[in-house]
């Protein structure tokens, strides 16, 4: 479970821009379920706690998902911003 989310945070984490834009649809208290299209990835937002974390992509006009993981706000946040400290992004702190 962890090498998923890991994959995750390797593949989006990897510009200031792209951190800011899944922390802030993680971190807001306005949008109670959804999703975020990242680049290879699809954060489902569940509940304002709860997160499914999978890839997505095409093969013959089907869409084909793997991977997925399951992630609490807390972690996720926390895993984001280590990876984000790591590349020397500015953190960001929502609300």
Do not use: W
């Not at 095409?58 to 793997?66: A, F, M, N, S």
């Amino acid at each position: 479970m962890m090498d998923d989310l890991q994959a995750f945070l390797e593949s989006e984490i990897t510009d200031q821009e792209y951190y800011e834009g899944i922390l802030a649809f993680i971190q807001s208290p306005n949008i109670r379920s959804g999703e975020y299209e990242c680049n290879t990835f699809i954060v489902r937002k569940i509940n304002r706690s709860s997160f499914l974390i999978y890839e997505e992509f095409e093969v013959d006009g089907r869409v084909i998902t793997q991977g997925e993981t399951a992630s609490s706000h807390d972690n996720l946040v926390k895993q984001m911003q280590e990876c984000a400290q790591k590349q020397g992004f500015t953190l960001c702190h929502y609300p």
